[in-house]
């Protein structure tokens, strides 16, 4: 029986091809195969590198790519990161045709480290609302999510190992909770964003997608040029996790709630500590702050567009008029508000000796297509604060996933991931999903 290469994890496929188990052009059929029985109902690729290209490249420089880090795996970006050579179309009509004459920062590192581009994967429109092709791998009437849609869907079906995002509000965070992958979102100014296309500088950041936490650690060191081992401390330590339901946001279903607080039971259990989060006006009122300051931006970044007001969703025009309506001084204000809080919330970590904030990843499972793309108010206040944040998929209702948001404190993306990891030891590998 032919092994099922694509269900492997980064780092296990590395593992076969150190010990000869695979090799590459093996795996990478594997890949393409999966591609092939599952992309014409899931609909997560934009452009495809062809086959034989793939293997064509892999052979040209067989000796390097046998030596190298990554070995010739393949990864995936989304459409709004620039490739040399292949178009990079940001989910638009107007930029349909532009092809960029240089990778992005984070394509060059990977491709550094031996991996081979397979290809680029839908984003809805400028990565806002306006959905593309793709539709949620658990059950096609549902939405994958936004504006990673085609990443998170790609690496959920298991038809690329990884795959880059890019977050604004909750455009990593949320479809990964929808498709059942693990993504994680680093500190602010934690990667490099050349030639990724900005949509609101204040809050865009670079994500990571896998199945999956030691996939997203070499991922990470790659783009940091830190050491590639995932020898990680074998002894856990007890820790504080602030409990936030997030209904103060908005509306969270019921199911989501009893993963999250079925969770919380799960960490008392194994000794940590649990407390209730005590600041949710703060993260409201942060939440509110984000939608004038990724507004603002938006109007400003996207002037080249605005001149082609037919060819933009009504969900683009509508940020864009707002954005434009806003004044100079509020937009500044809400900078220096979103500062204040953010010093609030950092000193409540530390007085309280709090590790990680434990959230909903989203309000609930996917929603029909018809819905939209899910609303991003989990996610909005973390990432105006630029903390550090994974998504595990630790919750399952009626077959859909639902993922849990750990947040961690500015720059303690590692220990963010350690935890990350043991939680998904703890609840994945063991087979103790919440399926609720």
Request: net charge negative; proline share 6%.
């Amino acid at each position: 029986m032919k092994r099922q290469w694509f269900k492997q994890p980064l780092h296990q496929l590395l593992h076969a091809l150190h010990t000869g188990e695979a090799g590459l052009p093996e795996i990478a059929a594997s890949f393409y195969e999966r591609i092939a029985t599952r992309d014409e109902k899931i609909g997560a690729w934009q452009y495809l590198i062809d086959q034989e290209d793939y293997l064509a490249e892999y052979e040209s420089r067989r000796e390097f790519y046998r030596a190298s880090p990554l070995m010739g795996l393949p990864f995936a970006v989304k459409d709004v990161i620039d490739t040399a050579g292949i178009p990079t179309t940001m989910g638009s009509v107007i930029h349909q045709d532009r092809i960029p004459d240089m990778d992005a920062s984070c394509v060059t590192a990977m491709k550094a480290a031996g991996g081979i581009l397979m290809g680029k994967t839908v984003t809805t429109e400028f990565a806002y609302f306006q959905a593309g092709k793709t539709n949620n791998p658990h059950d096609p009437e549902r939405t994958p999510g936004g504006s990673s849609s085609g990443s998170a869907a790609a690496v959920a079906d298991y038809m690329v190992p990884v795959a880059f995002g890019t977050q604004t509000a909750a455009s990593v965070i949320r479809p990964a909770s929808y498709c059942g992958c693990i993504a994680y979102v680093g500190s602010k100014n934690e990667f490099s964003l050349r030639n990724i296309q900005p949509l609101a500088q204040s809050l865009d950041s670079l994500g990571i997608l896998g199945n999956d936490v030691l996939d997203i650690i070499l991922v990470r060191n790659i783009l940091l040029h830190k050491s590639l081992s995932l020898a990680l401390p074998g002894k856990h330590r007890s820790c504080v996790f602030g409990i936030f339901s997030g209904e103060i946001l908005g509306a969270v279903q019921d199911k989501m709630l009893e993963t999250l607080y079925g969770c919380r039971k799960e960490l008392l259990e194994q000794g940590h500590q649990c407390i209730d989060f005590p600041l949710p006006q703060a993260i409201a009122e942060l939440t509110a702050l984000h939608g004038q300051i990724m507004s603002y931006e938006v109007a400003r970044n996207l002037i080249h567009e605005q001149q082609q007001p037919e060819a933009l969703s009504t969900h683009m025009q509508d940020l864009i008029s707002s954005g434009l309506a806003l004044p100079y001084q509020d937009y500044i204000a809400a900078l220096q508000r979103a500062d204040a809080i953010k010093h609030t919330l950092l000193q409540w970590f530390d007085s309280n000796d709090v590790d990680f904030i434990l959230a909903p990843a989203a309000s609930g499972v996917a929603p029909y297509k018809s819905e939209g793309t899910g609303a991003p108010f989990m996610s909005r206040a973390w990432q105006l604060v630029g903390l550090p944040v994974v998504s595990l998929p630790l919750g399952y209702y009626q077959k859909m996933p639902m993922g849990l948001q750990l947040i961690g404190k500015p720059h303690q993306d590692d220990a963010l991931l350690l935890q990350a990891r043991q939680l998904q030891q703890r609840f994945l590998h063991a087979g103790a999903v919440l399926a609720v």
